[in-house]
């Protein structure tokens, strides 16, 4: 399976969508995050309009240092904040997290002090995924 290059993806077998966003939740907490909100887009998407969709949750992430760092170099930056966590069905039984890559996705800001906040959040978001 092929997985965007702007976020960083690991495949989860043999584990039940409640127990592996439990998981990405503790191994979020380990590396200074926690989670603002929770969208399941699969139950949405089944209430709102009666489509059938894999299990699709959408988590946002969030540690208010790095927030806080991000709002002062950057006032608009809150349109792409909190950090996404996807959480997915992506063949049957298989499971897949994927968190946005901060620093692919801030290229749209166009402010060089973003950088290196971009790569310290990166790199705490892929530690996230080898702690699930």
């Known amino acids: 399976m092929n997985f965007p290059d702007y976020g960083f993806t690991r495949s989860f077998e043999n584990v039940?969508?409640?127990?592996?966003?439990?998981?990405v939740t503790e191994?979020?907490?380990?590396v200074g995050f926690g989670v603002l909100n929770r969208i399941d887009m699969h139950t949405n998407l089944e209430k709102s309009g009666g489509t059938k969709v894999p299990p699709y949750v959408i988590l946002g992430a969030c540690s208010a240092n790095f927030a806080l760092q991000a709002i002062t170099a950057e006032p608009w930056?809150?349109?792409?904040l909190p950090c996404n966590v996807l959480v997915r069905e992506v063949a049957d039984g298989k499971l897949a997290v994927s968190l946005a890559n901060p620093a692919k996705l801030f290229t749209a800001v166009n402010n060089p002090s973003m950088e290196p906040l971009a790569k310290e959040?990166?790199?705490r978001l892929q530690a996230v995924l080898e702690r699930i």
């Open 77 to 80: 930056i809150g349109l792409l």
């Open 16 to 23: 039940e969508l409640e127990q592996l966003i439990e998981r």
């Open 121 to 123: 959040v990166g790199q």
């Open 27 to 30: 191994a979020l907490k380990t």
